[in-house]
């Protein structure tokens, strides 16, 4: 079976989501931060839902911040839901873990603000 690495967005109040799924390659980070670029206007909160991935290339965390930085998106405006979120933000972004019922816990879906540091 092959996978077809896709991302794909969808627009809560004033949060973009972004579900990626497969393996999060080179092509698949440029794809994301197009995506990005196109429908954020650095005034939305992103979050980046990687429960559906299945490999994270290295260096593909740092070739997206990277993108962000050229497209003029801040990094603090991006979120990623999971473990695997470590493994793209690294420690420059924000991680946000499921609960143990496996919903998100992002503001859209549970009503309480992201904290800001």
């Known amino acids: 079976m092959t996978y077809k690495d896709t991302c794909i967005a969808t627009f809560g109040s004033q949060i973009l989501h972004f579900r990626v799924q497969g393996r999060f390659t080179a092509s698949l980070v440029m794809d994301l931060a197009a995506a990005m670029r196109n429908t954020c206007h650095n005034e939305s909160k992103m979050i980046i839902h990687t429960a559906e991935l299945t490999e994270i290339e290295p260096g593909s965390g740092e070739m997206l911040e990277q993108l962000l930085e050229a497209a003029g998106l801040s990094r603090e405006q991006v979120f990623c839901t999971g473990e695997k ?13 499921n609960d143990t019922r496996g919903r998100c816990m992002c503001e859209k879906c549970t009503g309480v603000p992201i904290p800001v540091q």
Do not use: A, C, E
């Open 85 to 97: 979120g470590f493994q793209i933000l690294d420690d420059t972004g924000r991680v946000i873990v």
